[in-house]
């Protein structure tokens, strides 16, 4: 319930300027009297509040270590195709562009002449096998024969996985797939330039649930723990409703020198408005007491980078330095320094600022 007070403790003084014939109103010192003008304030009580978060921190959204993904060609060429935009939607194995380069036509002769020496390390190590048991040849012949076989083996299996990690065609055509389904998050390069593996040309990013990175104050250090519930508003909305919920997975064992807070982790589902690198705030869930209070959010204001409320005393209104846990429908939630009933200021809460400054 909203009531309007008017306060008789702030004054706004007129000035009225000096001549050589005073105003008929002017006191006979020649001061001329403060003309007093009234300040109506709209007050709200404060209501009782249950389940109380444990506070509200900045966080940033990431993504899950696996959910991004760069793709590389395993050979330096030129694009002869790209077949995908930033942004787009792709499949599992989709193609991303068609890349043609010189070392995979390196390869494939090396592939061939690997064949062609296998099967003639084969039939030397048949021949002299063949005329080690006649007695022709020393037996250390045939077993040379066999370890060139070996060898021979060896060379074609290391040519096939190359040939194999290339994926190229007979004129040395690549084409580069996306690893996992999700959105193409980069595309780095266009049809005719050039493509090298130090630089990755596409970013892959999955669907599915994302993270926060929190900084956690020293008062709550010691009070997040693993598990714990949290929540985060869609961007542009203020109903309740409208809230993604996730939970804590960790908290660092030690406070940061720089910052003096304490880096933790949560993860939650994915939401429309809620995007990598974007900056929100966090709701923690729950509390060591569970109970507060809550006002309307117009009360709260900063004095001295604390949060502060005007509260009714008497006829006048004094600063209280307030401890607000979070926000929730155009309402502030406090868990310390005032009580069910008190009545704050809702309105003028500049010239209150101003008045108390003085």
């Known amino acids: 319930m909203r009531a309007r007070l008017l306060v008789p403790g702030l004054l706004l003084l007129s000035l009225v300027a000096c001549s050589d014939s005073p105003p008929s109103d002017a006191t006979p010192g020649g001061e001329a009297e403060p003309a007093a003008q009234a300040l109506a304030i709209e007050t709200a009580p404060a209501e009782a509040a249950s389940e109380v978060p444990l506070g509200s921190v900045p ?6 270590p696996e959910a ?29 562009a068609l890349v043609r380069a010189a070392e995979p036509i390196a390869i494939g002769g090396d592939l061939a002449r690997a064949r062609s020496e296998l099967t003639l390390a084969e039939a030397q190590a048949a021949r002299m096998g ?21 060898q021979a083996h060896a060379t074609l299996a290391e040519t096939q996985r190359l040939a194999a990690m290339a994926g190229t065609g007979p004129d ?37 649930p994302l993270r926060i990175e929190l900084q956690l104050p020293e008062r709550l250090a010691q009070q997040v723990r693993p598990g714990m519930g ?13 809230m993604v919920g ?57 004095i001295d980078g604390e949060d502060h409320v005007f509260v009714r005393e008497g006829t006048d209104f004094a600063p209280r330095r307030v401890t607000v846990v979070a926000n929730s429908g155009g309402r502030a939630v406090i868990a310390d320094g005032l009580t069910a009933g008190e009545v704050v200021a809702i309105s003028s809460i500049t010239e209150l600022k101003n008045a108390a400054a003085e």
Do not use: K, W
């Not at 195709?81 to 193609?95: D, N, S």
């Not at 020393?138 to 066999?146: D, F, G, L, P, T």
């Not at 508003?233 to 409208?242: H, I, K, M, V």
């Open 59 to 64: 966080g940033r959204i990431t993504l899950p």
């Open 130 to 150: 063949q005329l080690a048991e006649e007695g022709i040849v020393a037996r250390a012949r045939a077993q040379e024969a066999e370890a060139r076989l070996q």
């Open 230 to 242: 949290v929540s985060v508003r869609l961007p542009g909305s203020s109903d309740d409703s409208a």
């Open 172 to 208: 040395g055509t690549m084409t580069l797939r996306a690893p996992i389904a999700g959105r193409v998050a980069h595309v780095g390069i266009e049809t005719g330039s050039g493509v090298d593996g130090m630089a990755a040309p596409f970013v892959i990013e999955a669907a599915g």
């Open 68 to 96: 991004r993904v760069a793709v590389t060609p395993p050979f330096a060429g030129v694009a002869v195709r790209v077949y995908v935009i930033e942004g787009q939607t792709v499949a599992r194995g989709a193609p991303l």
């Open 246 to 302: 996730g939970q804590v997975l960790t908290v660092a064992p030690s406070i940061d020198p720089q910052t003096r807070s304490v880096m933790a982790v949560a993860t939650f589902g994915a939401a429309p408005g809620l995007v990598p690198g974007a900056n929100v705030m966090v709701t923690i869930e729950g509390s060591g007491s569970g109970e507060g209070v809550s006002v309307p959010a117009a009360a709260v204001t900063r």
